[in-house]
């Protein structure tokens, strides 16, 4: 279990570009790293940016342990993820985590479907390969608008299958992963399925899981300003009530999720 929320410095070991406008940075957190969980994510703050009062929040690609290193993945979006792209090794930043309940599959797990729509493949890697050492069958499909914009292609390659779909057809499968999705849905039996990715991809996978009866669970994006619950800018209509994707997420069973609120 996470040891809870820690506060730690962080130096820049490495910081470069992998993707068109999605970047690679590794930080030194051996706290966060020893208490990390798949699917939780991290509060950043950035030194010497005054344009951005609040942290940033950003999933936890993977861990490095002899490194005591948290590598995250982000997308160049605004004003922060831009100055973060000037960060250089031995710059310093400093994190809150690990934040939030990550994935929790079921245990004894056999084979897994993991699907991850853009940036948010990211936060799929670490569950990747806590079900692959725990020997579950392990089956990835990412997708992305182009080539240029696929991440994680070669550690996603390690795993039993790796599907990919591209909008233009510029690799891969031409059109949305939730095809793939629904078509290894159909051709194999799973007992677990994980998704992250924008919303109405989700909606979509997670119907699919429920025609299979798969258990399926979601990553969910909200805007997340303290981390820690308070401010409650992160709320999720769930059948439960409102719940805060920081504290109470980000990680949800997709039957809990009311995916027609407005």
């Known amino acids: ?24 940075i590794t930080l030194t957190s051996p706290m966060v790293a020893a208490a990390l969980e798949p699917g939780q994510f991290v509060h950043l703050h950035l030194n010497n940016n005054d344009s951005e009062i609040l942290r940033l929040p950003f999933s936890v690609y993977d861990v490095v342990p002899e490194l005591g ?29 690990p934040i939030g309940r990550g994935w929790f599959p079921p245990k004894n797990c ?10 948010g493949t990211a936060p799929l890697y670490l569950l990747a390969k806590q079900l692959k050492d725990q020997g579950a069958i392990v089956d990835v499909v990412m997708g992305a608008g182009c080539s240029s914009r696929v991440i994680c292609r070669d550690t996603m ?3 039993d299958s790796l599907h990919i779909a591209t909008d233009d057809g510029s690799e891969g499968f031409k059109g949305f992963c939730t095809s793939l ?42 805007l997340m300003a303290c981390g820690v619950g308070a401010c409650l800018s992160c709320v999720l209509k769930t059948t439960a009530g409102l719940k805060r ?10 039957m809990e999720v009311i995916w027609d609120a407005k």
């Open 69 to 97: 290193a948290i590598v995250i993945l982000y997308q160049v979006l605004g004003n922060g993820t831009r100055h973060m792209t000037r960060l250089q090794m031995g710059d310093i930043c400093d994190v809150i985590g």
């Open 157 to 159: 390659a390690a795993f």
């Open 245 to 254: 994707c920081c504290v109470d997420g980000p990680v949800f069973d997709a």
């Open 1 to 24: 279990m996470s040891m809870g929320k820690l506060f730690e410095r962080c130096s820049v070991l490495e910081n470069e570009a992998v993707a068109q406008d999605v970047y690679s």
């Open 110 to 119: 056999s084979r897994a479907l993991l699907v991850g729509g853009g940036l």
């Open 181 to 222: 999705s629904k078509d290894l849905l159909a051709l194999n039996d799973y007992d677990y399925v994980a998704t992250c990715g924008p919303e109405p991809m989700q909606r979509i996978v997670a119907a699919q899981c429920k025609d299979a009866g798969v258990p399926c669970q979601v990553s969910m994006e909200r």
